[in-house]
């Protein structure tokens, strides 16, 4: 029996040690790149583009459609969401493969502001979601669901909704109809395959698993859902 304690201490002992040099070099990475480029500094540089967006300037069907994909549970949670990711975690061990992701909106503009470059997955993870607690700590959910539809990538060299809806269909993001709305609010998930101009087919396969969520999450009824696949 003293072995077998001796034995789980020294494997709990590894694990804190393991665990605590790869929270310190998360934090590191943090810490730089904040000291670099502060997180005002950062949302400042985006919000002065002249394609950025208000959320009163978007279709409700589109900010929606987002949520509904991307994370039903957004005004619920803080920066991460412990059940997403178990969820994904089980999804993923089921399916044996990797198909499914546990981010939070917080956490995906995180990293659309400082990492999409980063080499070391496990690292940026950390500080990604250490930025995602602060964002959470100094802004409002609209705040920051707006600073994701304006930064993320919809392909063909779009970044952000207006640019989008102005590239794919020569309007503004207020005028979307629900197709368009839920068209868009598929490909960010993966821009060089969903982006309509390269896959149509794939990008009405990813409409359909936005439309199903925004009738799951109460965003849409049967009805409505049918009339816009139709």
């Not at 201490?9 to 000291?35: A, E, H, P, R």
């Not at 993923?92 to 909106?105: H, L, M, Q, Y």
Request: proline share 2%.
């Amino acid at each position: 029996m003293k072995i077998v304690k001796r034995l789980l201490f020294i494997v709990l002992l590894v694990v804190v040690i393991i665990g605590s040099v790869i929270y310190f070099n998360g934090y590191k990475l943090y810490k730089t790149t904040l000291d670099k480029t502060s997180l005002s500094s950062k949302i400042a540089e985006v919000k002065s583009s002249d394609t950025y967006v208000s959320l009163n300037e978007v279709s409700t069907g589109y900010t929606n459609a987002v949520i509904a994909v991307e994370d039903h549970r957004f005004r619920d949670h803080g920066a991460i969401d412990v059940i997403a990711i178990a969820r994904a975690i089980f999804s993923n061990i089921r399916a044996k493969e990797f198909n499914e992701g546990g981010s939070t909106i917080t956490q995906q503009v995180a990293e659309n502001l400082y990492f999409m470059t980063e080499d070391d997955v496990v690292s940026s993870k950390i500080a990604e979601t250490l930025v995602a607690i602060d964002l959470e700590k100094n802004y409002s959910k609209d705040e920051i669901l707006e600073f994701y539809i304006n930064i993320i990538y919809f392909g063909e060299g779009y970044y952000g909704i207006r640019e989008a809806s102005n590239g794919y269909y020569k309007k503004e993001p207020k005028d979307l109809s629900l197709y368009e709305a839920t068209l868009l609010a598929g490909v960010p998930n993966a821009p060089s395959i969903y982006a309509p101009t390269i896959n149509p087919d794939l990008a009405k396969k990813r409409q359909k698993k936005v439309i199903s969520s925004m009738v799951e999450y109460g965003y849409l009824t049967d009805e409505e859902a049918d009339n816009i696949k139709e």
